[in-house]
């Protein structure tokens, strides 16, 4: 039987097939990673992360979000964890990951060094985020539960596909540089909730970017670490889902189906979000709304009373009530401690009640509301419900425009769209 590094290596730097609807997404995603990067750019922890990087020095091989440059693995690094510094990234559900975070920082890093085309970076950031979402269900539901953060782990197998592939490597050179990442890969979900999430992110940029320019120096590790009795998925609770994994690969792109953020909290609380737009609730009416989710959400973010902008973000009641009054759930600035402590928003909270549904998918919530004047309205949301290509670039550059200003997210985009150096992008990264 083939090894899972050789068939994902052939994969990665082989000539591939994209659709468009895959290299559409694919820049979308891009759009998006440097929009939430840019407007992450000052939070503390990407302060901390790059603050160290400029003071250790080294060749400016890569700029970094903010400002400055450094080497390669280090830019990966600083850039990965300030991408996810405000948890406002893509995610992919059939392995619970955040894709672009993980990949893009590590093709960008290397892309820039070696000037290579904004064409080549899209294909390859795409094929590594494909790669990722394999890996993740190769490893499967057992990993994520016993504790493993996929977007620190596949993750960074992404990233060395992405970085390989840029970086000019031969299939035993990328299935070297696989087995190198099985060894670093890394990241727990114990860190969520604290700077560590973001961390992970980068840590799984950096590790894939380290384990190709060292392979690119002759570095000899064993290939075949992924599977076998001591391999990456034995030792981490992997469930050696192979065939399920590797079905279609080459042939079906599951990262179209990358879920994008519309608003700037957990990802669990979107369903509910969404279908509270089909029911278009204003708080004067609102006599009582119910919120059925599926139970995995209930211990991640259902906070019934947060009094902080953080906590909010994890709050079915507190969100839920900030739409009906009127707040903007995508815009960062809408999560604030004054908005938790508005009277009005916490009236309206207390008619607010949340319930597990173990007939609902974890991308699904049901809303029912009641209102004043007797009348009871229902509506039901799929994060996995098919959106149409249009209506998904509305949105993620409406929110990239919110984010970092029109200018720019036009700027970006054309850029994307038009075709230059991956250069003319790693320039948008630091702050005006």
Known sequence: MTDLSQILAEFAVGPVSTTAQARMVASLSLLDWLAVGRAGADEPVSRIVRGMVLDEGGTPQARLFGQGAAPMRAAALVNGTISHALDYDDTHFAHIGHP??????AALAVAEWNDRMLVELLEAALVGMEVSIRVGLWLGRGHYQAGFHQTATAGAFGAAAAAGRLAGLSVPQLQRALGLTATRAAGLKVQFGTMGKPYNAGQA?????????LVQRG???NVEALEGPFGFGATHHGENNRDSALEGLG???LFESVSHKFHACCHGLHAALEAALKLDIAEPEVAEIKVRTHPRWMSVCNQPAPTTGL???FSYR?????QALGHDTARLESYS???CADPRLMSLRERITVEADENL???QAHLSLLRRDGIRREATHDLQAPLSLSEREERVREKAAKLVGADLAGEVWSLLRTGGRATDLSERLAAA
């Open 361 to 363: 998918s974890e991308t």
């Open 100 to 105: 672009s975070v993980a990949v893009i920082p």
């Open 219 to 221: 570095f000899e590790p």
């Open 318 to 322: 507190t969100v839920i009530a900030m």
């Open 337 to 339: 401690d004054a908005v």
């Open 205 to 213: 940029a950096a590790t894939g970017t380290e384990a190709v320019l």
């Open 251 to 253: 042939e079906e792109w």
């Open 311 to 313: 906590g909010a973000k």
